[in-house]
């Protein structure tokens, strides 16, 4: 478990208890409401509200000014370098805020990919396992599935496996050592050797030996799917959940009353 994935066993104990109940599209709305609420409160809490106000005020009569000069541009000049600057000295005093106030919502993120971004295949339908190595394809065959029944094809470092039924288990062995059990304890397309970003963001089906003859196997795990209609990339749980933390925050920014 990496730093960002500390909050995970609560929000999935939050999703499973207490809005389990409700379709994926409403929970992730409820997500993205409360990653809006949480971000705009922690952005007035610790920006200087009444100093961003008063720079706001301030652009807006040298831009009244500008846009009722009659002269010429030299004289014009020295008030326009004083509203950038003034819009510049504004954009410093919300950078570090803003900054401040996105790491919940990372911490969210990491948690809504794994809960949300894969879903389990039914008993019996074919999955892709592939190995991730630099060995050439005669270094693959001591790989091998157990039971080999559930194999339905397989290439050099390539399977596909009947996705087993409740209570039995195929797995992905090479020679006496297990790489992969299916179905895996929590769901993630790819197992892999631990890189020195996972104490950030861990991976959900653990890690690869150091000594592993391969760097990664992948799981080709089919993908939540929020929305029937539209493109891929809009069916998946990350466009439902950004479009719904937009359109809070717009809206928690006017009832808040957040510059």
Partial sequence: MGFFDLPAPLLSWVDGTLLGWLPVLARLSLWGLV?????????????????????????KANQAKMADFDGEMSDLMPL????????GRQFLLALGPALLASV??????????????????????????RLASEAAPAGL????????????SESAGEWYVDWPASGE??????????????????????IHKREWWNWLVGNPLGYLDRQAPVDAVYID??????????????RGWMF????????????????????
Avoid: C
Wanted: net charge positive; charged share 20%; glycine share 4%.
């Fill in 35 to 59: 990653a809006a609420l949480v971000t705009m409160l922690l952005f007035k809490r610790v920006s200087r509200q009444e100093r961003i106000r008063e720079i706001k005020r301030k652009v």
């Fill in 169 to 190: 288990s195929v797995s992905l062995r090479h020679a006496d050592s297990e790489l992969l059990a299916l179905p895996p304890a929590r769901l993630s397309p790819v």
């Fill in 141 to 152: 065959r001591d790989f091998h599935i157990t039971p080999a029944s559930a194999a339905v």
């Fill in 104 to 129: 919940p919502v990372i911490f969210l993120l990491a948690w809504l990919s794994n809960h949300f971004g894969y879903q389990v295949p039914q008993t019996g339908q074919p999955v892709k396992l």
């Fill in 240 to 259: 439902t959940f950004f479009l719904a933390f937009l359109v809070f925050s717009i809206a928690l920014k006017f009832v808040l009353k957040i510059e």
């Fill in 80 to 87: 326009v370098g004083q509203t950038l600057k003034l819009a």
């Fill in 221 to 234: 795990l089919p993908k939540t799917r929020v929305l029937n209609a539209g493109p891929d990339w809009v």
